[in-house]
């Protein structure tokens, strides 16, 4: 998506949690307001540690679903049940290796020529139609969902919510003269931003190659030849420095050194193996409609 429109969504989803938090910080006690200046003191400080709780897991996949419908609007699924059907039965046999077996993970192809995949928190993880053109085989998209489900089972998106939201609490602990509204608001806007920068920059690159090292476990574990992801991102690099759009290659680490690591994790663990299966066949059967005029 286009920078501005990747801020629209993203101010979109920030308003998501803003609604979320709201939630989280307007419990205390409405009884509370009665007894004045004292417990306008109970009620921040109250708020300051709601604020600084972890996510809970219902609050993750509230955010999560709240970012999956945003995207859906966006892009809008690409309406083919079979498809659909397909990229789940991958995306849950890598998923069902993951560390994180608490949430159920649901994939989805979206109706673009972007070379993308995203997460959302709570296990909501999406590829583009554009993408999956650009798989040769199934290893390939095995290896690009696994790497959004590293993202998932990580916690990555909720652990930069959790620690914006705690650095924002902190300094309103400092600063005692804004009233409870104002506070609302405050959080609402900083937790917003967290997010818009998240989309915007990205995530760290210590958390995409944590997620890279994930994914290519899972695809692994799965009974995938290892290298699936290493396969893909070569051919990324190429479509984008054609002239493919793609907010991976924006806001991930730069493929050489994504691809370095893999190699090295790969060699390491012992896990090339000539004899692993791609499923090239099933993968072209499955897709074939994408190769039509129709489907694209
Ligand atoms: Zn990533």
């Not at 409405?30 to 996510?55: C, D, I």
């Not at 791609?278 to 074939?288: G, I």
């Amino acid at each position: 998506m286009r920078r501005k429109e990747t801020i629209a969504w993203l101010l979109g989803w920030g308003a998501g949690l803003a609604a979320m938090l709201v939630l989280v910080v307007s419990s205390p006690q409405r009884a509370q307001a009665q007894f004045g200046g004292l417990s306008k003191v109970l009620n921040k400080a109250q708020q300051v540690h709601e604020a600084t709780k972890p996510l809970t897991l219902e609050e993750e996949q509230g955010v999560g679903r709240d970012v999956a419908a945003k995207l859906v609007a966006n892009y809008h699924i690409y309406k083919n049940e079979a498809l659909n059907r397909y990229v789940n039965m991958v995306g849950e046999t890598v998923a069902a290796q993951s560390e994180r077996q608490d949430i159920s993970y649901h994939f989805a192809v979206l109706d673009t020529d972007e070379i993308d995949a995203f997460s959302a928190p709570g296990g909501y993880i999406f590829i583009t139609r554009g993408a999956l053109k650009l798989c040769d085989d199934e290893s390939e998209l095995a290896g690009v969902l696994a790497h959004e489900v590293g993202h998932v089972a990580a916690k990555h998106v909720v652990h930069v919510i959790e620690h914006d939201k705690m650095l924002r609490a902190g300094e309103q602990e400092a600063s005692s003269h804004m009233n409870t509204g104002k506070l609302n608001d405050y959080f609402n806007k900083l937790a917003g931003a967290a997010l818009v920068k998240i989309v915007d920059q990205g995530l760290a690159p210590a958390d995409e190659y944590d997620a890279d090292a994930r994914g290519v476990k899972y695809a692994y574990e799965a009974g995938y030849s290892a290298d699936g992801l290493e396969r893909f991102l070569t051919k990324l690099d190429q479509a984008t420095q054609q002239g493919g759009k793609s907010f991976w290659t924006r806001t991930h680490p730069p493929v050489p050194q994504r691809n370095a690591r893999i190699q090295e994790l790969i060699a390491s663990q012992k896990w090339q193996d000539a004899g692993r299966p791609k499923l090239q066949e099933r993968f072209e059967a499955a897709t074939k409609m994408l190769r039509t005029k129709a489907g694209a």
